[in-house]
């Protein structure tokens, strides 16, 4: 393999890594006052307000979907703690731990919530023994990665849940209305540009329900984006999956 190949390789590798450093960037620009504004800013939060709300909403999901106290929790993608900090303010106690791509980002947790976990970490696996957490969840994190990415990050977590476990995860589909918009700007940047800076992937519940019978975890269950019959409406649909307890 020349260097070129090798070269090639290692940014396909960490293209995730990459983005994330261009946005970042950025949104530094736009606040070049308020670093704590463009970290917001870089993770999709237009505002204080916002960056808030948004966490509140995330942790409404998981208290339908069964979170509760003193279990172990995983935050993929945690980013500098939208959910771990509408975690505290919600009074949750447990074991969390959040994990993110960027030392920056995980830094900015670690100092919101000095009594939660944050980790940098790169590979697509979970940092945590078999069997030995309650919860997983990440939002907006399989909508910039490869499929192939997602099905070994959903075969890893399936290996670090307890049996009984769930994991909740944010996706973007075609069948949504609301995601075409992603779809179109996506479209406008490669027509002027021919590239765009961030991959914005999308997944089909089909695909998300092969993985799972696949990988052994129960049949997946689906919240549209605009759903708002038990929480806020999260805009990005919900896929929900259990692995199974022994009989």
């Not at 009984?164 to 609301?178: K, M, V």
């Not at 089909?206 to 409406?233: N, Y």
Request: proline share 5%.
């Amino acid at each position: 393999m020349g260097w070129i190949e090798k070269a090639l390789m290692r940014a396909n590798r960490w293209h995730f890594v990459h983005s994330y450093r261009t946005i970042i960037a950025r949104e530094k620009r736009k606040h070049p006052q308020d670093r704590e504004r463009a970290l917001m800013g870089a993770i999709g939060a237009a505002s204080r307000a916002d960056f808030a709300a948004q966490g509140d909403a995330q942790v409404a999901v998981l208290r339908h979907h069964g979170l509760s106290d003193g279990m172990a929790v995983y935050d993929l993608g945690c980013g500098i703690g939208r959910t771990a900090q509408a975690l505290l303010r919600d009074g949750w106690r447990g074991r969390y731990t959040g994990a993110d791509i960027l030392p920056e980002l995980v830094d900015h947790l670690r100092a919101q919530c000095p009594g939660f976990t944050a980790i940098v970490q790169r590979k697509l696996a979970i940092a945590a023994p078999d069997a030995t957490l309650d919860m997983v969840f990440h939002w907006s994190v399989f909508t910039h990665l490869y499929p192939e990415e997602c099905f070994l990050y959903l075969q890893d977590i399936h290996r670090a849940l307890k049996p009984g476990g769930r994991l909740i995860f944010s996706f973007l589909e075609f069948e949504d209305p609301a995601h075409h918009t992603v779809f179109q700007t996506r479209t406008a940047n490669f027509a002027v540009n021919g590239w765009s800076s961030v991959l914005d992937s999308f997944l089909h519940r089909d695909w998300i329900t092969l993985w799972a019978r696949q990988i052994g975890f129960a049949p997946p269950r689906f919240t549209s984006g605009s759903d708002t019959a038990d929480h806020p409406a999260f805009w990005q649909s919900l896929a929900v999956l259990d692995k199974p307890a022994p009989a």
